[in-house]
């Protein structure tokens, strides 16, 4: 009587990169044996594993590498709390069409209105769709790209904050930009025009964010490209984060 294949199988699998195989291999042995699967049929079973797993872990890479909040999706978002949010347009961004139109997304909106929230929620639609994603509030993005410039490796960053299909930018203009941020923001959405997606949130209107440049020209020129196309949510009414004023009154 031979033995059993699955010990033999397992340097073969190693070899040609399917290790994960044989994390369901016994089970869906187990399985054609009952249902006399054929040949073929057991095949492509192990194969679909494989295909879920690959994908499993190209989400949990892509999640991961987007250093979003788990908990902070569009399922979770409270469309309640403010009734005058245009959940259309919501919807028709969380389907990450701006995306493959290599265009721009702004929300904009009060402090605590849920922006930050609805901008991680789309990361999270955009990771779904296999799409790469990176994070990052005004101050992370600069303090990144510093770090870089003092250890050589501006250029191998930039290039990845370049290349990326969603960049979201968090809190932008909640402080003024100063040399040589301003023009690190202008040269990356100058690189990014028409090539790849940059959401933005902030507290400004639109029509205030070249204020945040010392530079007026300098912001002009960026603010032209970032408003070509651009999808926008404009959120108001109260914030989730009231401020607690009985606890001042103490003092």
């Not at 790209?145 to 932008?172: C, S, T």
């Not at 690190?184 to 025009?193: G, K, M, P, S, T």
């Not at 205030?208 to 007026?216: L, R």
Request: proline residues 5%; contains cysteine; hydrophobic residues 35%.
């Amino acid at each position: 009587m031979r033995n059993h294949p699955m010990p033999e199988l397992e340097p073969l699998l190693k070899s040609l990169r399917l290790s994960g195989v044989s994390d369901s291999l016994a089970q869906r042995n187990k399985e054609a044996i009952d249902r006399k699967m054929s040949y073929t049929e057991f095949l492509a079973t192990l194969l679909q594993d494989e295909i879920q797993r690959r994908d499993m872990k190209k989400f949990a890479q892509r999640f991961k590498k987007a250093k979003i909040n788990v908990n902070k999706t569009i399922e979770q978002f409270d469309f309640g709390f403010n009734p005058n949010i245009d959940q259309q347009k919501v919807k028709d961004i969380a389907t990450c069409r701006f995306i493959s139109e290599k265009v721009p997304a702004f929300i904009v909106g009060p402090c605590g209105t849920g922006k930050s929230h609805l901008a991680q929620g789309i990361a999270h639609c955009a990771v779904r769709n296999g799409i790469d994603v990176l994070f990052y509030t005004q101050t992370q993005l600069f303090k990144l790209l510093q770090a870089a410039r003092a250890a050589g490796e501006y250029d191998k960053k930039f290039k990845q904050l370049v290349n990326v299909p969603l960049l979201i930018i968090d809190d932008f203009g909640l402080k003024p930009l100063r040399s040589p941020q301003d023009e690190d923001f202008h040269d990356l959405v100058a690189e990014r025009y028409e090539k790849a997606s940059t959401m933005i949130t902030s507290n400004l209107e639109f029509s205030e964010w070249g204020d945040a440049f010392p530079n007026k020209l300098l912001g002009v020129a960026t603010i032209d490209r970032l408003g070509h196309g651009a999808y926008k949510v404009a959120f108001d009414g109260p914030s989730y984060r009231p401020f607690d004023g009985a606890k001042n009154e103490e003092k």
